[in-house]
């Protein structure tokens, strides 16, 4: 390999990097000094590959923020790479068997980094909806039902990472906490499935179930949500039999992801 090369490897390298940090900080995101800290690199550096990044749309400053967070085109991204591994087209049968059995509104959640996303979302047909979930909302992983679904299969190093990466979040979160976010780990890994409530929306409950492939990945989780009044015990239960079901439906289609 040439100079050039070397040096254009390099480059290529470090911009990645630098991404991958924004990524693993989530919506909280990184300022420049923070970014300098977490990569290594020198000052002028970091200043070129953000701006970069910025220019291309793949990182953006909130106005009147010094924190560099992800761009819009990331959004895209996400959605193109859902498009091309069929994880939504897999799981749309499953949200809406969920959505009809249960009235209630389904969403697939996915992993990004420290956080939880939305991918796709069917509204149910009782009278009283919860959508405080929309396409491409992110969340830290643990506070919703998707996300404390997919952080309980994660090996207790990655939870750990998880959880101290958004220890200072969860506290926009209601009464989260650390300790209360790892017993309601305990809680879904014991049941195979996760409920929580409260925390994210006042007066809501929800219930997820992760998905997995063949060869033991977690894709992503499914969920559903309603008014705690409507969530009793049995309601909950209800809800994960259909999750579960409706998955079960899919896991072939799900093994080949």
Same mark, same amino acid.
């Given at each position: 390999?040439?100079?050039?090369?070397?040096?254009?490897?390099?480059?290529?390298?470090?911009?990645?990097?630098?991404?991958?940090?924004?990524?693993?900080?989530?919506?909280?995101?990184?300022?420049?000094?923070?970014?300098?800290?977490?990569?290594? @690199?020198? =000052?002028?550096?970091?200043?070129?590959? !953000? /701006?970069? %990044?910025?220019?291309?749309?793949?990182?953006?400053? $909130?106005? +009147?923020?010094?924190?560099?967070?992800?761009?819009?085109?990331?959004?895209?991204?996400?959605?193109?790479?859902?498009?091309?591994?069929?994880?939504?087209?897999?799981?749309?049968?499953?949200?809406?068997?969920?959505?009809?059995?249960?009235?209630?509104?389904?969403?697939?959640?996915?992993?990004?980094?420290?956080?939880?996303?939305? @991918?796709? =979302?069917?509204?149910?047909?009782?009278? !009283? /909806?919860? %959508?405080?979930?929309?396409?491409?909302?992110?969340? $830290?992983? +643990?506070?919703?039902?998707?996300?404390?679904?997919?952080?309980?299969?994660?090996?207790?190093?990655?939870?750990?990472?998880?959880?101290?990466?958004?220890?200072?979040?969860?506290?926009?979160?209601?009464?989260?906490?650390?300790?209360?976010?790892?017993?309601?780990?305990?809680?879904?890994?014991?049941?195979?499935?996760?409920?929580?409530?409260?925390?994210?929306?006042?007066?809501?409950?929800?219930?997820?179930?992760?998905?997995?492939?063949?060869?033991?990945?977690?894709? +992503?989780?499914?969920?559903?949500?309603?008014?705690?009044?409507?969530?009793?015990?049995?309601?909950?239960?209800?809800?994960?039999?259909?999750?579960?079901?409706?998955?079960?439906?899919?896991?072939?289609?799900?093994?080949?992801?």
């Amino acid at each position: 390999m040439s100079t050039t090369e070397a040096r254009g490897t390099q480059s290529i390298d470090r911009t990645i990097g630098v991404l991958k940090q924004i990524v693993a900080h989530g919506s909280r995101g990184l300022t420049v000094a923070e970014l300098v800290t977490t990569t290594e @690199l020198e =000052r002028p550096t970091v200043h070129r590959i !953000v /701006q970069a %990044l910025e220019k291309q749309g793949l990182l953006k400053r $909130p106005a +009147g923020s010094k924190r560099y967070v992800l761009g819009d085109y990331c959004r895209q991204m996400a959605a193109a790479f859902a498009d091309r591994s069929d994880l939504r087209t897999v799981c749309e049968p499953v949200l809406r068997s969920v959505s009809e059995e249960t009235g209630n509104s389904a969403f697939l959640i996915a992993r990004l980094g420290y956080e939880s996303i939305c @991918l796709a =979302r069917v509204v149910g047909s009782y009278p !009283v /909806q919860v %959508l405080t979930v929309n396409v491409g909302s992110r969340n $830290p992983l +643990g506070v919703g039902a998707g996300g404390l679904a997919i952080l309980s299969t994660l090996p207790a190093n990655e939870q750990n990472e998880c959880i101290r990466a958004n220890a200072k979040r969860l506290g926009s979160y209601g009464s989260l906490t650390e300790s209360t976010l790892r017993a309601l780990i305990r809680a879904t890994q014991r049941r195979g499935h996760s409920v929580i409530g409260h925390y994210s929306a006042p007066g809501v409950i929800a219930v997820g179930a992760a998905m997995r492939n063949a060869g033991g990945a977690t894709l +992503g989780a499914i969920t559903t949500s309603s008014i705690d009044s409507r969530m009793t015990r049995d309601g909950q239960q209800a809800a994960a039999a259909s999750i579960l079901k409706s998955i079960a439906r899919v896991q072939s289609s799900l093994d080949m992801l």
